[in-house]
């Protein structure tokens, strides 16, 4: 085998005409986190679903370190889960609900106890062992699911949007608490969400998700800084997608900001040029942000830290600028003028 943890192998999943997961092809690494993201239906929970064993594919192969295991009933594949509604036995205490996969797998009490107290101090949550999940926030009840997932040592763990019940403060507090517990227990990680700044903040790799098929797939970064597609750009962050016109031997069009810019390593298939709304500049220099253009201010937005602008540019009606509060000294007002630039070298042409 290839090393992979989990290794999908052009898997496709069909319920009669419509096509759930196409091709599906993918080698998640031992003790990754790797996300499947995407909006509904792009196909990433079914994903999950045939990794866990709940959904029998129309086709493919299927490993878990390197053993073949689409045969295998959920129960012999060795892989936790953490559901988004956390599925916890409402008339058991913490301690039973994290004991239920070792009393199923006929674990000795010995080492239930022990494993159980360990779990549950790795979440904190030491306290709270004879509480029932009623009693418990909401955070507190994500942390027992977690405890539960992990505790009998599994492959892989799978957490499918597990954090989407929660408010944001709480969210963001959980992902910080995920990060940690992956860092301490060094396990492989398949985790499902829409999410892009869940993705950003957790991921070692992100596979973007759609029409059934992974659309990219690389580093946080990679994915955010160099989109492969439109598609993605405008799936993750924020991104100015103006029309890219080719005019031969290296030469482009941004039509509706008349442009011209000279670049021979765009694709030539390229029709679009994606520009983040950060990478936009106030009073740009020739050479650091040699795109300029006029803009007239439409909106702003106060995001805390940060204020978004919508501009209109051209013809395009509504350029989105971002940036630091307080990064220019002062923020633009409804109606001003504003001269902006980029570099091409900080925008992403893409079909």
Request: glycine share 16%; no cysteine; aromatic share 8%.
């Given at each position: 085998m290839n090393g992979a943890a989990v290794s999908f192998r052009n898997i496709a999943k069909r319920y009669g005409d419509a096509v759930a997961l196409a091709d599906f092809t993918l080698d998640v690494?031992?003790?990754?986190?790797?996300?499947?993201?995407?909006?509904?239906?792009?196909?990433?929970?079914?994903?999950?679903?045939?990794?866990?064993?709940?959904?029998e594919p129309s086709s493919g192969a299927l490993s878990i370190d390197g053993r073949d295991v689409l045969a295998m009933p959920p129960e012999r594949r060795n892989v936790g889960m953490v559901f988004q509604g956390y599925a916890l036995f409402p008339h058991m205490d913490v301690f039973d609900n994290v004991s239920f996969p070792l009393r199923l797998r006929k674990v000795d009490r010995a080492q239930i106890r022990r494993r159980v107290e360990a779990a549950l101090d790795m979440v904190q949550l030491s306290a709270y062992a004879r509480r029932r999940p009623s009693e418990l926030s909401g955070g507190q009840r994500q942390r027992v699911a977690f405890a539960r997932a992990v505790v009998f040592e599994p492959s892989v763990l799978l957490m499918d949007e597990p954090l989407g019940a929660l408010d944001l403060k709480l969210r963001e507090a959980m992902q910080a608490e995920i990060k940690q517990y992956h860092r301490q227990l060094g396990c492989t990680i398949v985790f499902v969400t829409h999410d892009q700044g869940e993705a950003l903040a957790l991921s070692d790799r992100i596979a973007v998700m759609g029409q059934a098929r992974i659309a990219q797939i690389g580093s946080p970064q990679a994915i955010y800084d160099s989109p492969a597609s439109r598609y993605v750009a405008e799936f993750i962050g924020r991104t100015n997608a103006l029309d890219l016109v080719p005019l031969g031997t290296g030469r482009w069009q941004l039509p509706q900001l008349g442009l011209e810019v000279h670049r021979s390593t765009w694709p030539a298939q390229s029709r679009a040029l994606c520009v983040r709304p950060e990478r936009l500049r106030r009073d740009p220099s020739p050479d650091a942000h040699p795109l300029a253009f006029e803009a007239e201010v439409s909106e702003v937005t106060f995001l805390g830290d940060q204020v978004h602008y919508l501009l209109r540019a051209g013809s395009v009606p509504a350029l989105q600028l971002q940036e630091a509060r307080g990064f220019h000294g002062r923020p633009l007002a409804r109606g001003e003028r504003v001269r902006?630039?980029?570099?091409?070298?900080?925008?992403?042409?893409?079909?």
């Open positions: 690494r031992p003790g990754e986190f790797l996300t499947l993201l995407g909006p509904s239906g792009s196909g990433k929970s079914t994903a999950l679903s045939v990794l866990a064993g709940f959904t902006l630039g980029f570099h091409p070298d900080e925008a992403a042409a893409v079909a």
